[in-house]
């Protein structure tokens, strides 16, 4: 299918954060999962890693950055690219909802601080 309608609401929360898969292998892809973010004002960050590369695109707000020990700040039009197996975390760094567009290949899973390993539900 060459074109998927966008779901009308968000598909997943988690955190406080809202996610909307757009296109996902439930929903018509085979190789990259893509799905938007919004992260409210205040909602703390979850550090984690990932298993594959991930990109992000600002399309609303600021965000901050932490890559390992590198801090930056994303502004709209930014792309954060993360690459597999180096913590990270992103903070909505500004008074209004911070939106981003994300792709991951298909299969990427995060791993939390504990050790936890997530399949995350908006990319399958």
């Known amino acids: 299918m060459p074109v998927i309608a966008a779901p009308a609401e968000a598909t997943h929360s988690m955190h406080g954060t809202d996610f909307t898969a757009l296109a996902t292998p439930s929903r018509g892809s085979q ?5 938007r973010v919004q992260i409210p004002p205040g909602a703390p960050p979850t550090p984690h890693s990932l ?6 695109v600002v399309l609303a707000g600021t965000a901050d950055v ?5 801090m930056a700040t994303a502004r709209v039009g930014d792309a954060i690219v993360v690459p ?14 911070l939106e981003l567009l994300c ?14 390993v997530i399949t995350p539900p908006w990319s399958q």
């Not at 298993?51 to 992000?56: G, M, Q, S």
């Not at 792709?103 to 936890?116: F, H, I, S």
């Open 103 to 116: 792709c991951m290949p298909v299969g990427g899973q995060g791993r939390l601080d504990d050790g936890t």
């Open 31 to 35: 190789e990259s999962a893509v799905w």
């Open 51 to 56: 298993t594959r590369e991930e990109v992000f």
């Open 66 to 70: 932490t890559l390992g020990t590198t």
């Open 84 to 97: 597999p197996d180096l913590r990270f975390e992103l903070r909505n760094a500004g008074d209004g909802p």
